[in-house]
């Protein structure tokens, strides 16, 4: 089956997720705390219960929306004429700084913030660049997009959408010895590229917090020495990937995203998992 994909978002698990999905365990309960785009949740078999989580009020509007407001979404999305013009307006309207959310309405809102993430460059609210590709027509593979909603929205009737920080959400869900909770935070030291402020001491405050979780959780990041330092007693697995959100032009030098490695960590046997998988 071909993954669903709702929008693309800067460090989006789209190459590793499917590797995520088998190293999931058992659970009853399944936790995103940093729920950007959803690629682990919207591609794994549904839970009992699914909680969608994102601190960006815009995501997690979206999500609200296209789970329980589509009917409007669809029909005033697929009147919009794709342009550069429409596309700066948005991304002006949707700016953490000039938001207001109680002017825009939820449906309008969630236009805008579709809008602005599908064409933007870099996948995120912080640049002018339209992403404009040489290898496909962006105005035809957005409405070609928009005739796959609909599977999106049949994914998100059932899972529960908040908007809160990421600590609220971890200490809901950690105390849960049936729950499973995936961690995909700001990438260490490159957390300007993403709107909601996330610090070193945010770092290290979920470190802390996952260290006594009776909940089993997976987090998954690129190498760095505070994470390994802090988790040294946990479970670690290296996997080959690419750099996601490379910018590649008509004049770049570069054909293909640079390799990367991605890391998980975890407080339950991966290598035992994996066996099986691979079994």
């Given at each position: 089956?071909?993954?669903?994909?709702?929008?693309?978002?800067?460090?989006?698990?789209?190459?590793?997720?499917?590797?995520?999905?088998k190293l999931i365990?058992?659970?009853?309960?399944?936790?995103?705390?940093?729920?950007?785009?959803a690629k682990v949740l919207l591609n794994k078999p549904p839970s009992k219960i699914e909680i969608y989580n994102d601190a960006d009020l815009r995501l997690a509007n979206l999500f609200?929306?296209?789970?329980?407001?589509?009917?409007?979404?669809?029909?005033?999305?697929?009147?919009?004429?794709?342009?550069?013009a429409l596309y700066k307006k948005f991304l002006k309207d949707v700016r953490l700084k000039e938001l207001k959310i109680e002017k825009l309405g939820d449906v309008d809102l969630a236009i805008k913030t579709y809008v602005v993430l599908y064409y933007s460059f870099n996948s995120n609210f912080k640049t002018q660049a339209l992403n404009v590709s040489y290898k496909q027509n962006k105005a035809?593979?957005?409405?070609?997009?928009?005739?796959?909603?609909?599977?999106?929205?049949?994914?998100?009737k059932n899972v529960v959408i908040e908007y809160l920080s990421y600590d609220k959400i971890l200490e809901k869900y950690l105390g849960r010895d049936d729950a499973f909770i995936y961690l995909d935070p700001p990438y260490f030291r490159l957390e300007h590229y993403y709107d909601v402020k996330f610090t070193i001491e945010d770092h290290?405050?979920?470190?802390?917090?996952?260290?006594?979780?009776?909940?089993?959780?997976?987090?998954?990041g690129y190498d760095n020495?505070?994470?390994?330092?802090?988790?040294?007693?946990?479970?670690?697995?290296?996997?080959?990937?690419?750099?996601?959100?490379y910018g590649i032009t008509k004049n770049s030098k570069l054909d293909k995203r640079p390799q990367a490695i991605e890391i998980l960590w975890a407080n339950y046997d991966l290598y035992n998992l994996l066996n099986k998988v691979i079994k």
């Open positions: 089956m071909k993954k669903l994909v709702f929008f693309p978002y800067i460090g989006g698990k789209s190459l590793i997720a499917n590797t995520i999905i365990p058992e659970h009853t309960v399944y936790v995103e705390p940093f729920g950007g785009s609200y929306v296209v789970a329980f407001k589509f009917k409007e979404f669809e029909e005033k999305v697929s009147r919009l004429v794709y342009s550069r035809v593979s957005f409405f070609n997009n928009l005739q796959r909603l609909e599977l999106i929205h049949n994914r998100l290290k405050k979920m470190l802390d917090m996952l260290k006594s979780a009776k909940a089993k959780w997976l987090l998954s020495e505070l994470y390994n330092t802090e988790l040294k007693d946990f479970y670690r697995l290296e996997i080959p990937t690419f750099k996601p959100s």
